[in-house]
Each structure stands twice: as C-alpha cells, then as structure tokens.
C-alpha cells in the first residue's frame, strides 16, 4: 500500500510528497480504471460497502499527506 511505501521513503517533506503523487500517477497509468472508480460517485453512490472502502482509501492518503506536512514542519524542511 501506498502509506507503507511512503513510511519507508528517506527525504524531506516535499521530496515525499513529490514522489507519494509520482507513485499515484504510476498506479492510474498502470490500472485507469481506478480513476473512474475513485472520482465517480455515480459508480458506488448506492453501494454502501463501496462507498465506504473509497472513503477509507481516500482518508488514508489525506492522512498520509498530513503526516508527511506535519513531520516536514518539525523538522523545518
């Protein structure tokens, strides 16, 4: 998963955030079927469990993001 990639990766702030949306583009060039998936709400708008397993992938990468903003502004970097 993509948290425990960026757990692993050795930089500053903007380098990890730099390369956390690098490997995101990666993945949606590998597999675009996710980017529909992702950002249609139409698609799981009835589906519950769906919805739910989007919303904690999304959650996910937010915290992600805001951990590697948080760690960068304490180290200054």
Do not use: R, Y
């Not at 050795?10 to 949306?21: H, N, P, Q, R, V």
């Not at 998936?37 to 469990?49: A, Q, R, T, W």
């Not at 919303?55 to 590697?68: H, K, N, P, Y």
């Amino acid at each position: 998963m993509l948290s425990e990639i960026m757990n692993n990766f050795d930089g500053t702030a903007s380098e990890k955030i730099g390369f956390m949306f690098t490997k995101v583009i990666e993945m949606f060039s590998e597999e675009p079927s996710k980017i529909s998936v992702i950002f249609s709400e139409e698609i799981f708008k009835n589906e519950d469990i769906l919805k739910n397993k989007i919303i904690e992938i999304v959650g996910l990468q937010a915290q992600t993001i805001e951990s590697i903003i948080l760690k960068g502004q304490l180290k200054k970097n």
